[in-house]
């Protein structure tokens, strides 16, 4: 499935509910953008995903690191 | 003295500050919706959620989101204006510390059920998005505790901070853990020997334990010492099931684990104290192995929004306090430390003026606190008979003593919160200081002569209210 937040078809089933069978939660793989199935539109599908919100996969690695990895002693 | 969450509940629905709501709700939108009403109502209740769809378990929201119930966490009588609960806690803060005390698993209520395998968050927590585009579920009211790797005997060192959890699968959290946090002390010494930090994450706590843990004291300070001083009893502890943590016995979950080492992973945006979205970052993941919780475990978690909403209580009295007792050593005149404004950015101070100018004096001297260096960026000085946490007096001092030409100050390119959505570049940011006190030798100002209260209004000021039906 495609992530509506990166675009990358790397969206897996992360859990359902854990009483009756009402809704599952969805992740990325990529981006770990999580959703679950009963949000509203604008939170599940690429096309409605609020453009200021989207971010690019190709640019997840240069994101600054916090905190820092330090130097093995 | 209540004695963990559940107790405390029972006082505020005992003293109408808790609503209950026994209807089903969704996870969204409705979980953030109530975060965000409940402080903007003029009681600021707590709620307790009974059902939530698909969920086991319960939750609450608001337990610090207004005076009345902050109050109430000090015991204290409901209606204690800002200004009392700031010295009680001030007198308080002197009695650290109170050391807690241990009782075995058995005791423990935490203890109640445990789960070793097959671990799913979901099972016990009703996790929901607070923020319309956060990344993803958060855990933003936990105490997370670690140890010193170098000196895991120490009690003291043991940290208790709280620091945003995000939900990327049934056993994996996101953390931000920032070097210049404990827990980030901690992890880089973890990290150095590339060994694994394990960290217990408590949810449903004593709400002075929430206040502590958000509460700049120093490294080798220990929070459960200082909950014990403000509670006015010891805290009860327990031993964790591994990694050897000392945790409180009768919060409702813990969630035990350990942050895996030198590895970083996309974490957020999420809707901050600032009230607006932090940015994207790689961040620690922590892997949880084993779950204790009480049977029935509430889901106590807290929405963030633009001010006021249930952090800025969390974060008001707490920021305050130690930025008084450090200025107050060095400046005696200094009458109360505001510094409620987001985190302490923004800090209003009252003071009697030794000499012309010794407003200034004060705001440099905040300037040079831990905490005011990066964060304190407008500064506002008023004179020792302004309460600075009346905002309306605060507006008198400065329309009617600030001269514009004297009594602004901006100090460019200094520290600054990278949070803080005005430092730029991150990190930097400049200072604001507005001296509203009346000028005192050498310095001169045109003579006023001030109105007097006439005399036994304070009488009437009890009349009035026992009066009022
Ligand atoms: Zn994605």
Same mark, same amino acid.
């Given at each position: 499935m495609i992530c509506p937040r990166c675009g990358k078809d790397d969206i897996v089933f992360m859990v359902k509910s854990p009483k009756g069978d009402v809704w599952s939660a969805y992740i990325c793989n990529t981006c770990c953008y999580s959703y679950r199935d009963t949000?509203?539109?604008?939170?599940?599908?690429?096309?409605?995903?609020?453009?200021?919100?989207?971010?690019?996969p190709d640019k997840i690695d240069s994101c600054p690191i916090i905190p820092p990895i330090p130097k093995l002693i | 003295m209540y004695r963990d969450l559940r107790e405390f509940l029972l006082i505020l629905e005992k003293e109408n500050q808790l609503v209950r709501i026994k209807e089903e709700l969704a996870p969204e939108p409705d979980l953030s919706a109530i975060g965000r009403a409940a402080p903007d109502t003029e009681a600021g209740p707590a709620v307790f959620v009974e059902r939530i769809k698909g969920y086991n378990n319960p939750v609450v929201l608001n337990v610090h989101g207004s005076w009345k119930n902050h109050a109430l966490m000090l015991g204290m009588p409901k209606n204690s204006t800002i200004k009392e609960q700031f010295f009680e806690l001030n007198s308080r803060w002197d009695d650290y510390p109170v050391k807690p005390v241990w009782v075995n698993s058995k005791d423990a209520p935490i203890k109640e059920v445990k789960i070793t395998e097959n671990i799913n968050l979901f099972d016990v927590l009703s996790l929901y998005r607070i923020n319309k585009f956060d990344a993803?579920?958060?855990?933003?009211?936990?105490?997370?505790?670690?140890?010193?790797?170098?000196?895991?005997?120490?009690?003291?060192?043991?940290?208790?901070?709280?620091?945003?959890?995000? %939900?990327?699968?049934?056993?994996?959290?996101?953390?931000?853990?920032?070097?210049?946090?404990?827990?980030?002390?901690?992890?880089?010494?973890?990290?150095?020997?590339?060994?694994?930090?394990?960290?217990?994450?408590?949810?449903?706590?004593?709400?002075?334990?929430?206040?502590?843990?958000?509460?700049?004291?120093?490294?080798?300070?220990?929070?459960?010492?200082?909950?014990?001083?403000l509670k006015g009893q010891p805290v009860e502890l327990t031993k964790s099931e591994s990694g050897d943590l000392d945790i409180p016995a009768r919060s409702e979950v813990a969630l035990e684990g350990y942050i895996i080492p030198r590895v970083r992973r996309v974490e957020g945006p999420f809707g901050e104290f600032t009230g607006s979205y932090s940015g994207v970052r790689n961040q620690a993941e922590v892997v949880i192995t084993k779950i204790t919780h009480r049977k029935s475990p509430i889901f106590e978690n807290l929405y963030l929004g633009i001010p006021w909403t249930e952090i800025d209580f969390l974060l008001a009295l707490n920021t305050s306090i130690p930025i008084y007792k450090q200025i107050k050593r060095d400046f005696p005149e200094i009458q109360a430390v505001n510094a409620m404004y987001?985190?302490?950015?923004?800090?209003?101070?009252?003071?009697?003026?030794?000499?012309?100018?010794?407003?200034?004096?004060?705001?440099?001297?905040?300037?040079?606190?831990?905490?005011?260096?990066?964060?304190?960026?407008?500064?506002?000085? %008023?004179?020792?008979?302004?309460?600075?946490?009346?905002?309306?007096? %605060?507006?008198?001092?400065?329309?009617?003593?600030?001269?514009?030409?004297?009594?602004?100050v901006i100090i460019p390119n200094c520290p600054g919160v990278p949070l803080d959505p005005t430092s730029e570049p991150a990190g930097m940011n400049t200072k604001i200081i507005i001296d509203?006190?009346?000028?005192?030798?050498?310095?001169?100002?045109?003579?006023?002569?001030?109105?007097?209260?006439?005399?036994?209004?304070?009488?009437?000021?009890?009349?009035?209210?026992?009066?009022?039906?």
């Amino acid at each position: 499935m495609i992530c509506p937040r990166c675009g990358k078809d790397d969206i897996v089933f992360m859990v359902k509910s854990p009483k009756g069978d009402v809704w599952s939660a969805y992740i990325c793989n990529t981006c770990c953008y999580s959703y679950r199935d009963t949000e509203p539109a604008e939170n599940k599908e690429r096309e409605l995903y609020d453009e200021r919100f989207r971010i690019d996969p190709d640019k997840i690695d240069s994101c600054p690191i916090i905190p820092p990895i330090p130097k093995l002693i | 003295m209540y004695r963990d969450l559940r107790e405390f509940l029972l006082i505020l629905e005992k003293e109408n500050q808790l609503v209950r709501i026994k209807e089903e709700l969704a996870p969204e939108p409705d979980l953030s919706a109530i975060g965000r009403a409940a402080p903007d109502t003029e009681a600021g209740p707590a709620v307790f959620v009974e059902r939530i769809k698909g969920y086991n378990n319960p939750v609450v929201l608001n337990v610090h989101g207004s005076w009345k119930n902050h109050a109430l966490m000090l015991g204290m009588p409901k209606n204690s204006t800002i200004k009392e609960q700031f010295f009680e806690l001030n007198s308080r803060w002197d009695d650290y510390p109170v050391k807690p005390v241990w009782v075995n698993s058995k005791d423990a209520p935490i203890k109640e059920v445990k789960i070793t395998e097959n671990i799913n968050l979901f099972d016990v927590l009703s996790l929901y998005r607070i923020n319309k585009f956060d990344a993803g579920f958060y855990i933003s009211k936990p105490l997370i505790i670690t140890k010193d790797p170098e000196d895991p005997d120490n009690f003291d060192k043991q940290n208790v901070g709280t620091y945003r959890l995000q %939900v990327k699968g049934k056993n994996r959290l996101g953390i931000q853990a920032m070097p210049f946090h404990d827990i980030g002390v901690n992890l880089r010494k973890a990290e150095e020997r590339n060994k694994p930090l394990p960290v217990v994450i408590c949810i449903g706590n004593d709400p002075l334990m929430n206040f502590m843990s958000g509460t700049p004291i120093e490294y080798a300070q220990s929070e459960y010492d200082f909950a014990g001083a403000l509670k006015g009893q010891p805290v009860e502890l327990t031993k964790s099931e591994s990694g050897d943590l000392d945790i409180p016995a009768r919060s409702e979950v813990a969630l035990e684990g350990y942050i895996i080492p030198r590895v970083r992973r996309v974490e957020g945006p999420f809707g901050e104290f600032t009230g607006s979205y932090s940015g994207v970052r790689n961040q620690a993941e922590v892997v949880i192995t084993k779950i204790t919780h009480r049977k029935s475990p509430i889901f106590e978690n807290l929405y963030l929004g633009i001010p006021w909403t249930e952090i800025d209580f969390l974060l008001a009295l707490n920021t305050s306090i130690p930025i008084y007792k450090q200025i107050k050593r060095d400046f005696p005149e200094i009458q109360a430390v505001n510094a409620m404004y987001t985190h302490g950015i923004g800090v209003i101070i009252s003071t009697k003026k030794r000499f012309g100018g010794f407003g200034k004096s004060v705001a440099m001297r905040l300037l040079s606190t831990p905490h005011g260096i990066p964060y304190s960026k407008f500064i506002i000085i %008023v004179d020792e008979f302004v309460d600075p946490f009346n905002l309306p007096q %605060v507006m008198w001092a400065i329309t009617t003593r600030v001269r514009g030409d004297k009594d602004v100050v901006i100090i460019p390119n200094c520290p600054g919160v990278p949070l803080d959505p005005t430092s730029e570049p991150a990190g930097m940011n400049t200072k604001i200081i507005i001296d509203a006190t009346t000028p005192v030798a050498p310095d001169i100002a045109r003579e006023t002569e001030l109105l007097e209260r006439p005399p036994d209004t304070d009488k009437w000021i009890e009349y009035i209210n026992k009066n009022l039906k």
